[in-house]
Nanobody
């Protein structure tokens, strides 16, 4: 069974930084795409950033220049470096994986809370 385990969330002051991590287990082959989504209270889940095994990345406009996604391919791990945090970044951040390119097979992690507050 393939699982994603996310970590690294917490409470941080505006302007601060965090690094989220998400590791996949139960799969040997390199995962095609891994990424992060977030869901704020009362809002729909939204894309934050994704990265493919080929090195392509995609970011939501709201996080460009502040968030950086990276992957450790052999370990099927994805990271999200979050800088210059704002109150509106407060949300539960979910790790996501699409193991096979072009497939509808999607895996979600359990989510990690990021709270930005002074």
């Amino acid at each position: 069974q393939v699982q994603l385990v996310a970590s690294g969330g917490g409470l941080v002051q505006p302007g601060g930084s965090l690094r989220l991590s998400c590791a996949a287990s139960g799969i040997i082959a390199s995962i095609y795409a891994m990424g992060w989504y977030r869901q704020a209270p009362g809002k729909q889940r939204e894309l934050v950033a994704t990265a493919t095994s080929g090195g392509s990345t995609n970011y939501a406009d709201s996080v460009k220049g502040r968030f950086t996604i990276s992957r450790d391919g052999p370990r099927n791990t994805v990271y999200l470096q979050i800088n210059s945090l704002k109150a509106e970044d407060t949300a539960v951040y979910y790790c996501n994986a699409v193991p096979l390119r072009g497939s509808s097979w999607t895996i979600w992690g359990q989510g990690t809370q990021v709270t930005v507050s002074s």
